[in-house]
């Protein structure tokens, strides 16, 4: 009974993200892809224990059942953590895609960081004009597994920065990182905003062309501001930018009984 007790009281060792309902007692059957990565890649074996969310009915303790090649079914048991509405801080990122790596880390970021949309703009001079938004999906439902989210963000399709801005919803302030060194202190700005919709938008390696930033001056919902006196590289802009936000906006301010734990890399 001790070591009942002793085993349950263990985290999972695995954590995924699926699209199935999560009930009691319900079986689960895994997609092939998660099968691989449990027996192929992490050698799990029947019995282990794997945490599954889907953004809708918290996180559960399920125990690995069947397991083979191309097949994983698992039974879940407790739910470990209710669903939360941990984007009412709703937040967005809208950015202009460069290079590959540089792409995915700021997918990877972003979702850690608490987004709950990821927008791809397409701008003058965007480096990548062609975007695979179901790797960039792929990456953040791996992002979110690893960061203990229970929600992965949503990745759309790419738009143009003038069909963004003409379909640009009411009530969302879209703060936009200008490198011009236009904008106000992103300190000064964030201290008073408040947690309401938001959104940041980070332009492309060589920035906004003239007439965007004509554009972005005329639209009403658009508070421009500034990082500091260095030039930074897209995926340092977007990571420093949604860190302000965090730390004077979002979830990262002190609330009795929060705590977010912190994991060592490996």
Partial sequence: MSNARSHRASPPKYRLYVETALVAGAQVELTDDHAHYLGAVMRAST???VALFNGRDGEWD???VDLGKRRCQVRLETQLRPQTAENQQDLWLLFAP????GTDMIVEKATELGVAVIQPVLTQFTQSQRVNTDRLA????????QCERLS???VREPLTLERLL??????RILFTLDETGGGAAITD???CAGSGPSAFLVGPEGGFSKSELDLLRRSPFVTHITLGPRILRAETAAVAGLTCWQALCGDWRARPGFRTPFHAPE
Avoid at 138 to 144: I, L, M, V
Avoid at 166 to 171: D, I, L, R, Y
């Fill in 138 to 145: 792929a990456n953040a439902r791996e992002a979110a597994e």
């Fill in 98 to 101: 460069v290079k590959k790596a």
């Fill in 62 to 64: 399920a125990e690995i």
């Fill in 47 to 49: 019995g282990d224990r």
């Fill in 152 to 154: 992965v963000p949503e």
């Fill in 166 to 171: 003409a379909s640009w919803p009411k009530g």
């Fill in 189 to 191: 700005v964030l201290s």
